[in-house]
C-alpha cells in the first residue's frame, strides 16, 4: 500500500455510518494537546488520526490547547507543538484555539449546574475526599457538604471566584452518585482554586476548570462531531456525556476511544520524560534518543516516514507494545530509496597509496545515488594518503573477510584497486598506518589480467576531508517496557549514545540540518540542528543500514 493512504478502521467504519444516516453532513475532529510537554511519538498517531480523517472527509480538524493546569504549561511548548504539527505537514483549521477561550462560558456552566442543584462546594480537604470516595469494591460516602443550598453554593462558588479561598480549601464537585461503579461519577471535582499566572489569561482568574470538565464542553463549542482521544478516557465518556446532558449546549460530540501507542524501550509518559529532562539524563526534549516528535525530527526522521509508521500500525482497541524495529523499517525503507550518498570514516587509520603520485589529487566522479542517476553525481578528491574504517583493515583472515588483509586487494568505492603491503604499529602495537599499492589501470574498471577483487571498502581523502563528530545512538532503555520497572531510571541504558571522531568527504561541509544521508556502508544520519556548525560539523545517526535489533534479541 502506498505511503499516506489511508486504512480503514472501527473509527472511519463509524464515521461512515454516520454520514451515511444523515446524523453528521461533514466530519470536525480536534487534536488537543495539553501544553505541558513537548509532543512524541504517541502524539503523532493522534495527530495522524484527526488530521487524517479531516482531510480524508473534507472535513475540518482543530488544533487546540487544554491549559487548565496553567502550572505546568509553557508558551514554549504552545510553540513546540505547532512547529510538530506543521512539520508532520498538517493545518489546522482557523486559528489554534485554547480552552482558556472558553473559561467565561466554562464559568457560567458551572453555575448553572449549582443552579440545578448538580453541583455544590465543597470544603472537604483532598485526604477527606479521598477516604470519601470510597474503593472499586466500595460504594463513596456522601460529603457533608452535599446538600448544601443553591443560594449557599453560588454565593460560595463566587466567593471562590473572587480569591476569597486558599488553594486547596474549597472545590466545586458536579452532584452525581456516589455510589457508583465508576469512580469517575463519584461527584468528581470540576472546578478548583488555584492563584497561578495563565500564560493566555494572565491573573483574571483563580479558579481553574478541571481537564474533564472542560474539555467535552470545548468540544461542544467548536462543534466537534467525533471526538477521538485514548483508552485511559473510556471511563471518563461517561463524565463526558453527563456534563453535556445537563448543560444548556446543542451540540453533543461523539467520544470514541482507540489505543495509545506504547513503543518498546522508551517511554510515553510525559512525567517521566520530563523527569528525564529535568535529572540530566538527556540533553532536552529534542534530544535524538527521545521518542518526541523534536527528537526524531533532529535526528533525521521525516515527516512522511512518521505518518507511514501511524498508518502501518493501525488504528485499534487493542493494547500492544509496538517493536522499534517498526519505527526504524519506515524510515529506512524511505531512506534506501530518497537519500543521497557520502563517504565518512567514523574509527579513521591512515593509508598510504606509495606509488601514487605525492601532491596529485584527483577529482573523481560519485554518483549521489547507485540506482538513481536523476540524483546526479559529485567530484570526490583521491590522493596519496586517505583514511579507511579501521574495522576494514585486518593483517589476516579467513577467506569470508571481504575487506582489506596484508598481500591482498581490494577496490575503494567509486576509485581504485588497491593491495596492502605492510604496516606500521605504534608502541602498544595498535596500527598507526597501511602502505599500499594502486592498479592506476582500474579506475571504474576491472583489472585487466582478469583477476578478482571482490570486496569494496569506503575511505575519504586524509588532506581534504574534514574532520566531523558521529553520535551513534542505540535505545534509550535495556528493556522493553521501562514504564513496567518501579525505577526506569535504573534500566537505562549506559551506551545509548556512543561519540565518536572521524572524517567526512568535503562535500559534507554544506550540509543541511536533518536532511539525511547514507554514508555509505555505514548508516543514515543528518547534521545536527543544534551543534553543527561548518568549523564544527556534527551528524546524527537516524538509522543503521539493516535491522540490528532483533540480530540483538
Same mark, same amino acid.
Given at each position: 500500500?502506498?505511503?499516506?493512504?489511508?486504512?480503514?478502521?472501527?473509527?472511519?467504519?463509524?464515521?461512515?455510518?454516520?454520514?451515511?444516516?444523515?446524523?453528521?453532513?461533514?466530519?470536525?475532529?480536534?487534536?488537543?494537546?495539553?501544553?505541558?510537554?513537548f509532543l512524541h511519538i504517541g502524539h503523532a498517531k493522534s495527530i495522524v488520526l484527526n488530521f487524517g480523517i479531516a482531510e480524508d472527509y473534507q472535513g475540518q480538524c482543530n488544533l487546540r490547547f487544554d491549559d487548565t493546569n496553567p502550572l505546568k504549561e509553557k508558551v514554549d511548548y504552545v510553540n513546540s507543538i505547532q512547529e510538530d504539527v506543521k512539520w508532520l505537514g498538517y493545518t489546522w483549521e482557523g486559528q489554534p484555539r485554547y480552552s482558556s477561550n472558553y473559561f467565561d462560558q466554562l464559568h457560567a456552566y458551572a453555575v448553572e449546574l449549582i443552579e440545578k442543584g448538580l453541583a455544590y462546594v465543597d470544603f472537604s480537604s483532598q485526604d477527606e475526599m479521598r477516604e470519601m470516595r470510597g474503593t472499586l469494591k466500595e460504594p463513596g460516602k456522601n460529603s457533608p457538604y452535599r446538600d448544601t443550598s443553591v443560594e449557599e453554593n453560588l454565593q460560595h462558588f463566587a466567593d471562590m471566584t473572587?480569591?476569597?479561598?486558599?488553594?486547596?480549601?474549597?472545590?466545586?464537585?458536579?452532584?452525581?452518585? #456516589?455510589?457508583?461503579?465508576?469512580?469517575?461519577?463519584?461527584?468528581?471535582?470540576?472546578?478548583?482554586?488555584?492563584?497561578?499566572?495563565?500564560?493566555?489569561?494572565?491573573?483574571?482568574?483563580?479558579?481553574?476548570?478541571?481537564?474533564?470538565?472542560?474539555?467535552?464542553?470545548?468540544?461542544?463549542?467548536?462543534?466537534?462531531t467525533h471526538s477521538l482521544c485514548t483508552l485511559e478516557f473510556q471511563d471518563n465518556r461517561r463524565l463526558y456525556d453527563w456534563v453535556l446532558d445537563n448543560i444548556s449546549i446543542d451540540?453533543?460530540?461523539?467520544?470514541?476511544?482507540?489505543?495509545?501507542?506504547?513503543?518498546?524501550?522508551?517511554?510515553?509518559?510525559?512525567?517521566?520524560?520530563?523527569?528525564?529532562?529535568?535529572?540530566?539524563?538527556?540533553?532536552?526534549?529534542?534530544?535524538?534518543?527521545?521518542?518526541?516528535?523534536?527528537?526524531?525530527r533532529r535526528r533525521g526522521y521525516t515527516p512522511s516516514s512518521v505518518r507511514e509508521f501511524c498508518h502501518r500500525i493501525g488504528v485499534t482497541k487493542m493494547d500492544n507494545q509496538v517493536e522499534m524495529s517498526m519505527l526504524e523499517a519506515c524510515i529506512r525503507d524511505e531512506l534506501n530509496h530518497g537519500a543521497p550518498r557520502a563517504m565518512a570514516v567514523i574509527d579513521p587509520v591512515r593509508l598510504v597509496i606509495e606509488n601514487y603520485p605525492a601532491g596529485e589529487v584527483e577529482q573523481l566522479q560519485a554518483p549521489n545515488h547507485p540506482n538513481d542517476e536523476s540524483m546526479g553525481s559529485r567530484e570526490v578528491p583521491f590522493a596519496r594518503e586517505i583514511f579507511i574504517e579501521r574495522e576494514d583493515f585486518r593483517e589476516s583472515a579467513?577467506?569470508?573477510?571481504?575487506?582489506?588483509?596484508?598481500?591482498?586487494?581490494?577496490?575503494?568505492?567509486?576509485?581504485?584497486?588497491?593491495?596492502?603491503?605492510?604496516?606500521?604499529?605504534?608502541?602498544?602495537?595498535?596500527?598507526?598506518?597501511?602502505?599500499?599499492?594502486?592498479?592506476?589501470e582500474t579506475l571504474g574498471k576491472d583489472p585487466a589480467d582478469g583477476r578478482k577483487v571482490k570486496g569494496v571498502i569506503h575511505w575519504v581523502a586524509a588532506e581534504h576531508a574534514k574532520p566531523a563528530e558521529f553520535r551513534l545512538y542505540d535505545?534509550?532503555?535495556?528493556?522493553?517496557?521501562?514504564?513496567?520497572?518501579?525505577?526506569?531510571?535504573?534500566?537505562?541504558?549506559?551506551?545509548?549514545?556512543?561519540?565518536?571522531?572521524?572524517?567526512?568527504?568535503?562535500? #559534507?561541509?554544506?550540509?543541511e540540518a536533518e536532511k539525511p544521508f547514507q554514508f555509505e556502508r555505514i548508516g543514515y544520519f543528518c547534521a545536527d540542528s543544534k551543534d553543527s556548525s561548518a568549523e564544527h560539523l556534527v551528524f546524527n545517526q537516524t538509522v543503521g543500514l539493516r535491522d540490528t535489533w532483533n540480530d540483538e534479541a
Open positions: 500500500m502506498a505511503a499516506d493512504a489511508p486504512r480503514s478502521n472501527f473509527i472511519r467504519q463509524i464515521i461512515d455510518k454516520d454520514l451515511a444516516s444523515g446524523k453528521h453532513s461533514s466530519v470536525h475532529t480536534r487534536f488537543p494537546p495539553e501544553p505541558n510537554g473572587a480569591g476569597k479561598y486558599e488553594e486547596g480549601k474549597a472545590a466545586l464537585r458536579a452532584k452525581i452518585d #456516589m455510589s457508583s461503579p465508576f469512580m469517575v461519577l463519584r461527584d468528581p471535582v470540576i472546578y478548583r482554586v488555584r492563584f497561578a499566572h495563565h500564560h493566555q489569561t494572565g491573573d483574571k482568574w483563580c479558579v481553574y476548570p478541571m481537564y474533564d470538565f472542560t474539555h467535552c464542553i470545548s468540544d461542544a463549542l467548536e462543534g466537534i451540540c453533543h460530540p461523539q467520544q470514541i476511544e482507540f489505543s495509545r501507542l506504547n513503543l518498546q524501550y522508551t517511554v510515553m509518559s510525559k512525567r517521566k520524560l520530563n523527569l528525564l529532562v529535568e535529572e540530566g539524563k538527556v540533553s532536552g526534549w529534542d534530544d535524538p534518543r527521545m521518542p518526541t516528535i523534536a527528537g526524531m579467513n577467506k569470508k573477510y571481504k575487506r582489506l588483509v596484508l598481500d591482498k586487494e581490494v577496490r575503494l568505492r567509486n576509485a581504485y584497486v588497491i593491495k596492502a603491503e605492510r604496516v606500521e604499529k605504534d608502541a602498544d602495537g595498535n596500527i598507526t598506518t597501511i602502505f599500499c599499492s594502486y592498479d592506476p535505545r534509550l532503555f535495556q528493556v522493553p517496557n521501562p514504564a513496567a520497572e518501579e525505577d526506569f531510571f535504573s534500566t537505562l541504558n549506559p551506551d545509548s549514545l556512543v561519540v565518536k571522531q572521524g572524517y567526512v568527504e568535503p562535500s #559534507m561541509a554544506a550540509a
